[in-house]
C-alpha cells in the first residue's frame, strides 16, 4: 500500500475520537480520511434497515458542496444493486453508469456528475450494517487494490467506532440505571425506615396496653380482695355503733348496769381488734399493689433481693389468680441480689401468672398450684414458675412467644402477652427464657437473669 495511504491510516486509527464512542464524530473523521485518500469528492455512509429494505445516509459529505441532507433508496426501486449489497462484498464499478450493479442508479449519478462508484460494506459484530459509497466525478477513474483495501480498513475502522459507540451507551444507560435503582434504594430504604418506626410505635404502644390490661386485671383483683377487710371493718363499726346507742340510752334512763357496761366493753374491743386487723390486712394489700403498680410503671436499673421481691409481688397477684382458686407458693433458699430492671421483672412475672390463671386453669379447683422457684445457678439467677394446670399441646409450644399467636382469640385473648414477656427477658433483662410443658401434667416456665451480686 502506497505510504500516503498509509499514514492516513495510522493517523486515523490512533485517533481518540474512534474510541470515545462520539459515533458523529467518528464518521466525519473517517469519511474526511476517505475523500483525502482517494482524492474524491463525494463520500457517505449508508446504513441498512432490515424491515424496509433501505439504506439511510447517516452522514453524506461533498468536498465541494459540504454536507448533504439525508437520503434514502430502497430495493423495490434498486433490486439488482440491494442484490448486489446482500453478497456483502465490495462493489467496484469503475464505470457506474455501466456496472450491472449500479447502471440501474442511472438518474442518481447523472445528477451528480458521478463516473466511477465503490461500495464497501459496514460490518458491526459480523453482521453487514450498511455501506461506505465512495463517489468519483473524474473520467476513466481506475479503483486500484490499495484504495479498495484503504477503504476496507476504514470500513473495519467504522466498525470499531461503532462498538465504542455501543459500549459508552451502555454504560450511560447502566449509570441511569444504577441512578435509578440507587433512588429506588433510597426511596425503599426511606419507606422501610418509616415502617419500621411506625412499626416500633406501634410496638411500643401495645406493650403499654398490654402492660396497662396486667395492671387493670390487678386492680380489679386488688379492689375484690380490699373490699372484704374493709366490709367486715366497716361491719364492726356498724355494730359498735348501735352498741353505743343502747348504752347511751341506758344511761340516759338511769338504767345503765355494770353488767351491761362490762358486756359493751368487751365487745368493742372485740370490735376494734377485728377492725384493726382486716384494716392492716387492707392496708398490706393496698401497700404491695402500689409498689408493684410503681414498678411496673417505671424500668430503672437497681439492686433486687430477687426473693423477698417476688415474694411481696405475689402477695399483690394471689387476688387475680383467687376466682380461679389458685394458690402461689414462693421457694428461696439462697437470698440472691441482682442488678436488673425490677419493673420489667414484675411485668414478666405478672404476665406469666395471668397467662397461667387464664389457660393453665380452665375452672375452678382447690388443687390449683403455681408454685415460684427463686435458685442460684452458676452466674445466674434462674427463676422458676410451674403450675399443674392442662399444659400445652407439643405442637404449639414453638408458637407460644409470636406476637399475636394465641388459643384464646374467641375469648378476647390478644396473643401479646408472652410475646411481650419474651421481648422483656431477652432485650431489656438481658436473659433468656424456655418453656416445657405436658398435656394434663403442668407447664414451667424458666427464666434465666445475669447479674447476681455476691
Known amino acids: 500500500m502506497v505510504e500516503k495511504l498509509e ?30 485518500g482517494l482524492d474524491i469528492s463525494r463520500v457517505g455512509v449508508w446504513l441498512y434497515d432490515d424491515e424496509s429494505a433501505c439504506i439511510t445516509s447517516q452522514y453524506l459529505l461533498d468536498a465541494n458542496k459540504g454536507e448533504q441532507s439525508s437520503a434514502t433508496i430502497c430495493a423495490a426501486d434498486f433490486p439488482n444493486y440491494f442484490n448486489a ?28 456528475g458521478i463516473v466511477a462508484m465503490l461500495d464497501v460494506p459496514l460490518r458491526h459484530k459480523g453482521k453487514m450494517i450498511g455501506v461506505m459509497c465512495c463517489e468519483s466525478i473524474k473520467p ?20 470499531r467506532a461503532v462498538s ?6 451502555y454504560e450511560q444507560l447502566l449509570i441511569k440505571h444504577n441512578e435509578d435503582l440507587e433512588q429506588r434504594v433510597a426511596e425503599r430504604t426511606k419507606s422501610l425506615e418509616d415502617a419500621l418506626s411506625n412499626f416500633k410505635q406501634a410496638q411500643d404502644r401495645l406493650v403499654e396496653t398490654e402492660k396497662m390490661a396486667a395492671l387493670g386485671k390487678l386492680v380489679a383483683g386488688v379492689a375484690h380482695e380490699v373490699n372484704t377487710p374493709l366490709g ?40 376494734y381488734t377485728l377492725m384493726n386487723s382486716n384494716l392492716e390486712r387492707a392496708a398490706s394489700l393496698i401497700q404491695n399493689f402500689k409498689k408493684t403498680a410503681v414498678d411496673q410503671s417505671s424500668f430503672e436499673l437497681v439492686e433486687c433481693s430477687l426473693g423477698d421481691y417476688i415474694s411481696s ?29 425490677r419493673g420489667a421483672l414484675a411485668q414478666v412475672i405478672t404476665n406469666l401468672i395471668s397467662n397461667c390463671a387464664e389457660h393453665a386453669f380452665k375452672t375452678p379447683d382447690e388443687n390449683h398450684q403455681i408454685d415460684i422457684f427463686v435458685e442460684k445457678e452458676n452466674a445466674d439467677a434462674v427463676v422458676r414458675i410451674i403450675d399443674n394446670g392442662a399444659g400445652i399441646a407439643p405442637d404449639i409450644q414453638h408458637k407460644i412467644f409470636e406476637p399475636f399467636y394465641t ?17 422483656l427477658v431477652q432485650r431489656k433483662l438481658n436473659g433468656t427464657i424456655d418453656v416445657q410443658s405436658q398435656l394434663n401434667k403442668g407447664t414451667t416456665f ?4 445475669p447479674n447476681i451480686i455476691d
Open 407 to 423: 388459643t384464646a382469640r374467641d375469648d378476647g385473648g390478644s396473643g401479646l402477652g408472652l410475646s411481650i414477656v419474651y421481648n
Open 140 to 159: 476513466e477513474r481506475q479503483w486500484s487494490g490499495d484504495e479498495v483495501a484503504f477503504v476496507g480498513i476504514l470500513a473495519d475502522i467504522y466498525g
Open 7 to 36: 499514514n492516513i491510516l495510522l493517523q486515523v486509527s490512533k485517533s481518540p475520537i474512534i474510541d470515545e464512542g462520539k459515533l458523529e464524530e467518528a464518521t466525519q473523521l473517517i469519511i474526511k480520511s476517505v475523500i483525502e
Open 232 to 271: 367486715i371493718a366497716v361491719t364492726a363499726t356498724t355494730h359498735c355503733e348501735h352498741r353505743l346507742k343502747k348504752l347511751k340510752q341506758s344511761f340516759d334512763e338511769g338504767k345503765i348496769s355494770r353488767n351491761a357496761l362490762t358486756q359493751y366493753i368487751n365487745d368493742t374491743l372485740d370490735a
Open 85 to 112: 449489497l446482500k453478497q456483502e462484498r465490495t462493489i467496484i464499478a469503475n464505470r457506474a453508469i455501466e456496472h450491472p450493479a449500479t447502471s440501474e442508479l442511472k438518474a442518481y449519478l447523472k445528477q451528480f
Open 446 to 449: 424458666t427464666v434465666r437473669l
Open 164 to 169: 465504542a459507540a455501543e459500549r459508552v451507551r
Open 313 to 341: 409481688l405475689v402477695i399483690s397477684l394471689r387476688p387475680m389468680v383467687k376466682k380461679k382458686k389458685v394458690t402461689i407458693q414462693t421457694h428461696c433458699e439462697q437470698e440472691l441480689t441482682i442488678k436488673t430492671y
